[in-house]
């Protein structure tokens, strides 16, 4: 019988063999972004990455997720190793699809070429292994688009605004017993383990309010491009007010704000981000922001409907599920390891690995981009395929190898370890339970 240390060389081995599929993964990817629920050629290509492996990948999970599942020779803990399908929009990006603007400004391309290298890796050794392995390529993590999501929630092709909710909805997790993830991060940090993120709410806001000749009868009018600004106003006179405990961010668009500058608007839209540390600040700063809006309309004497979803549940790096993944980032990086604390003011940004802790232990560690310029600018990309995709491809393998060693003991230990989770059920109820729709008429109807 091998050891845990033969075993993961095996898979090192077989990494690196494959490390130019691995790496020309990566940048085809990267040269061909999709946006979320969009993601149909990236998700094809991913198919025939796991048909190449032997496997049979299911596709079409949430639109365009695909899983595939390595058996090991003994009923046990399944791990899911994840890569994420879809882009951003930033269209003055330098690999930007030229017609979308779509651009992989956050690695999500690596994610899902570590991914499939974890699986090179895992063929050689999956069959002495006491539990399964999914790859799971996962849709639209990022939040953007929220008007067309909403608009498919609307008519009833999703109900969720992210993947991994949907995909938990589903039923698609429900045979995963723990994930993990590896995020794009700087080059001064070549691999790092922690950190937190926010959970977010989106909202979709239409003001309402009556047309007229701008310049022949504006007092005829009521303005909804003005009720928006005034809605903005207010929330950024609450800024001061906000519990610094709570990390609360608010963004928004202006998506329509009225058909002819000659009129007065009758109508502008608005795309709106809240973000807040735990679900009781997402609340609160929830209600502000609708007080905000109401206010803007009432001042105005316009109307205003608000669409309220989740985004994303806050999220934190489960500590067991970590620490077995620690021993083997840190044998890779060496000094350049890295921990980020798990308590304190966190980085402020937000991802749906916070849904998926809902129900059960994941983590999600970084590995080096190879440049440093800013997550989600028009600069970053994975700059080194190597850093960014080989390394985690090892790392998150050799856990897998620890995981479901012995009769998976350490696997079980980590599912003890990490404490109850929410039933699928559980966990649609909490999302549903801070999703909402309001009309308020601040005089128009």
Known sequence: MSTAEE????????????????????????????????????????????????????????????????????????????????????????????????????????????????????????????????????????????????????????????????????????????????????????????????????????????????????????SAYKAATVAIAAIDAHREMMREDDGVRVHHLITHSGDAVTAIPARTDMEMLIRARTVEGMKRASDLVDRALRGGALAMGADVHISTAVSFMPYVDDAPLAEALVPNAQSLAGDGFHRIPTSGPGGGGSTDMGDLKQVMPVVQPFASAGQDASLHSNG?????????????????????????????????????????????????KLHDSLSSEEDFSGGVL
């Open 7 to 222: 075993l993961k060389a095996r898979v090192c081995a077989a990494i690196d063999r494959a490390a130019d599929r691995i790496t020309g993964l990566s940048d085809d990817i990267l040269r061909h972004p999709e946006t979320g629920y969009k993601e149909t050629r990236t998700a094809g290509v991913v198919a025939d990455q796991f048909t190449a492996l032997g496997l049979t990948p299911q596709t079409g999970l949430a639109h365009t997720g695909v899983k595939a599942r390595m058996r090991g020779r003994a009923a046990g803990p399944t791990v899911a190793v994840l890569g994420e399908l879809d882009s951003l929009i930033i269209p003055e990006h330098p690999f930007a699809d030229p017609d979308t603007g779509a651009a992989h400004a956050c690695g999500h391309n690596a994610q899902i070429a570590a991914m499939v290298g974890v699986g090179i890796g895992m063929s050689e050794v999956v069959g002495e292994l006491d539990g399964d392995v999914v790859l799971f390529a996962v849709p639209a993590e990022e939040c953007i688009e929220v008007d067309w999501r909403m608009g498919l929630r609307d008519k009833g092709e999703l109900h969720h605004t992210a993947g991994k909710a949907e995909l938990i909805r589903g039923g698609h997790f429900d045979d995963v017993d723990m994930a993990m993830l590896t995020h794009a991060g700087p080059s001064f940090m070549p691999v790092a383990v922690g950190g937190a993120g926010n959970g977010s709410l989106v909202k979709r806001i239409r003001f309402l309010g009556k047309a007229s000749h701008a310049g022949a009868a504006p007092w005829d009018g009521i």
């Open 380 to 428: 970053f990309y994975t700059k080194d395929q190597v850093a960014a995709a080989i390394v985690p491809a090892k790392f998150m393998a050799m856990t897998v190898v620890d995981l479901l060693m012995d009769g998976a003991s350490a696997a079980h230990k980590v599912i003890e370890a990490s404490g109850p989770k929410l039933t699928r059920e559980q966990f649609v």
